[in-house]
């Protein structure tokens, strides 16, 4: 059985890639600050897997704290020796995610994401763990039309939070290069993850006022607020509003497993590969399918478009497929029914 270190475990990406890890028979230990999630998220894992038939009972082993505080994470990394704990390989999606607050506090967002993954590196390479998929980010990529991207594409992020994932990818190209038969990388550009496990335990809770489209809709649907703010109808694009590629999170969270098992066959690595759909999904299509499949209705108003908004991030994700067999098996139905199903079942969060 392999050891899996995730960081920002308990976040929306990081519990369902547990849950996935958990279902392939990996050991999981989790760190995280619980700055933007619920450790509860880590005890929904555990009941779906232990309700599910063939898994037994499992557990997570969690550590409470922060990546930029080097001592914390050293005495993580000491309790690996001290039990005995060989750590096969790190996932690391512990960061602060949004572009609207990386536009206003630069600053905090260069510090947690950059420092948070030094003190990660610095730490793994003594314990000679070398193995490491990475939570980049499609934002890498900047504005470059409506010209579905591939990974070889130039990169040129316009805001703090696509640099600060931009500069991590360029520190693990410095670090593979300067010894490349000793560390394996993949840095997993993410485009638009949406919706929620189908069990309905287990979905996105964004503390304080959420940043992310999906949220905002699902909050709007349920009467949280009276309405659902569209950024433009302006843009360059078949109705107006943005467009976009929505993966489901189960979909991204399984994408992890198959990576780190690449990885682990691999002798030396260093990847950037897309994880979305390919498909196009713009704001009012989003909005349609959601009333359509949950029989429901979301008012909405149309506002001046957002800084750091681009009109089209759709991946091009040939490459996912035809080498590494990501094939998402869900679509945006699929997305809008789990993510509804979690929000009724879970009104007040976890």
């Avoid at 630069?106 to 590196?121: C, S, T, V």
């Avoid at 709007?220 to 302006?234: C, H, L, M, R, S």
């Avoid at 489901?248 to 690595?269: C, G, P, Q, R, W």
Wanted: aromatic content about 12%.
């Amino acid at each position: 059985m392999k050891n899996i270190l995730v960081t920002g475990g308990a976040g929306f990406i990081g519990s369902h890639t547990c849950l996935a890890l958990l279902q392939k028979g990996y050991e999981v230990f989790v760190i995280d600050s619980f700055f933007n999630s619920s450790p509860k998220s880590l005890d929904r894992v555990v009941d779906i897997l232990n309700s599910e038939k063939g898994y037994g009972f499992r557990s997570i082993k969690v550590f409470r704290g922060d990546l930029c505080n080097k001592t914390f994470v050293e005495k993580v990394f000491q309790y690996f020796f001290k039990e005995e704990i060989n750590i096969d390989g790190v996932i690391h999606l512990a960061s602060l995610k949004s572009v609207s607050d990386s536009l206003k506090n630069p600053i905090l967002y260069w510090k947690n994401n950059l420092y948070g993954m030094i003190n990660l590196l610095e730490l793994m390479k003594k314990i000679n763990c070398k193995n490491l998929v990475f939570s980049s980010s499609a934002t890498v990529y900047g504005n470059h039309g409506d010209t579905t991207l591939k990974e070889n594409f130039i990169t040129k992020p316009d805001n703090p939070y696509g640099n600060s994932k931009l500069l991590i990818e360029i520190l693990l190209n410095d670090i593979f290069h300067a010894n490349e038969l000793d560390w394996k990388f993949a840095s997993l550009r993410y485009f638009n993850p949406i919706g929620a496990h189908n069990s309905g335990l287990l979905g996105e809770e964004p503390k304080g006022n959420p940043n992310n489209i999906f949220p905002l809709i699902i909050n709007t649907a349920f009467g949280v607020q009276k309405e659902f703010k569209i950024y433009g109808n302006d843009w360059p694009t078949k109705d107006g509003t943005t467009i976009r590629d929505y993966i489901h999170i189960m979909d991204l969270a399984e994408s992890h497993v198959k990576i780190f098992e690449y990885l682990n066959l691999k002798k030396t690595a260093n990847l950037k590969l897309n994880i979305g759909t390919g498909r196009k999904t713009s704001v009012l299509d989003l909005l349609a399918t959601f009333e359509m499949v949950n029989k429901v209705k979301v008012p909405y108003i149309f506002c001046d478009r957002r800084p750091g908004d681009i009109p089209y991030l759709v991946a091009d994700n040939n490459l996912s497929i035809s080498k590494f067999k990501i094939i998402p098996t869900r679509n945006i139905e699929d997305m809008c029914r789990d993510g509804w199903r979690w929000k009724k079942l879970n009104p007040e969060g976890y």
